[in-house]
């Protein structure tokens, strides 16, 4: 099983959702949110100030080929600009009924991570944290990458524990970088951002194994089924 997230523009919503349902995805998430990469990087994640929508899914893993085509097809996301998908190995889920699909062949546009390695970063700072992020994660080399709105659960109790005055509003930034690129990324991150500065943030990364759309039209051709 593999969560598979989507990141394309917010008009395309719907059309991302009739694709899930039609593929018979049982578990399947929408929200929105706002890219954050400069202008200049538009082409490299296709992620620009604008309203963005992410979908995020449990799929099995020989169905993830399937909907890379169909992502593809209907979305053209192998084009530079226009969104990307990629998958992240997890290592258990609750007993939900998914419908297996069959294994595809390699298609126009996928990249095999053996050849190019990414990792998802994942930082949650207070509400407003966002641009101090972005900045740091900026002037490490991160091209790129997504805000979204989250609400924190940890109440007093952990407030206490902890020491310091924590925000239940909070900043989701979500990032995709080079392996090679985590460390620097994180560590700027967690210097300027982090749970010791006012924006209370934390930090980690989740390996991505599967990508559509992260090397556009000139990426390698190779299956990636494992």
């Known amino acids: 099983m593999k969560a598979m997230v ?21 578990c399947r ?12 990087m538009l082409d490299y994640l296709g992620l620009g100030e604008n309203k963005k929508v992410i979908a995020f899914s449990f799929v099995p893993e020989d169905k993830v080929m399937r909907l890379y085509e169909v992502f593809n097809n209907k979305l053209s996301l192998s084009d530079a600009g226009r969104g990307i998908a990629f998958t992240v190995p997890i290592s258990a889920a609750s007993n939900v009924a998914f419908s297996l699909g069959a294994t595809t062949p390699e298609k126009e546009g996928m990249t095999e991570m053996s050849d190019v390695k990414y990792e998802l970063i994942v930082t949650i700072v207070n509400r407003g944290g966002f641009e101090a992020v972005k900045k740091a994660a900026n ?37 995709v970088a080079g392996k090679d690129d985590r460390e620097q990324i994180m560590q700027k991150i967690t210097e300027e951002a982090g ?18 759309g992260l090397a556009g039209k000139t990426g390698s051709i190779e299956s990636m089924v494992k």
């Open 6 to 26: 989507l990141i394309a523009d917010h008009s395309y919503g719907h059309l991302v959702l009739d694709i899930l349902v039609k593929e018979n995805i049982a």
């Open 29 to 40: 998430f929408l929200t929105h949110a706002y890219g954050s990469a400069d202008s200049q």
């Open 139 to 175: 002037s490490a080399g991160a091209r790129g990458g997504t805000l979204l709105h989250g609400l924190g659960l940890g109440g007093e109790e952990a407030a206490k524990f902890l020491g310091i005055s924590i925000q239940p509003e909070k900043d989701v930034v979500l990032i």
């Open 195 to 212: 749970i010791l500065t006012e924006n209370r943030g934390i930090c980690f990364s989740l390996p991505v194994d599967t990508a559509l």
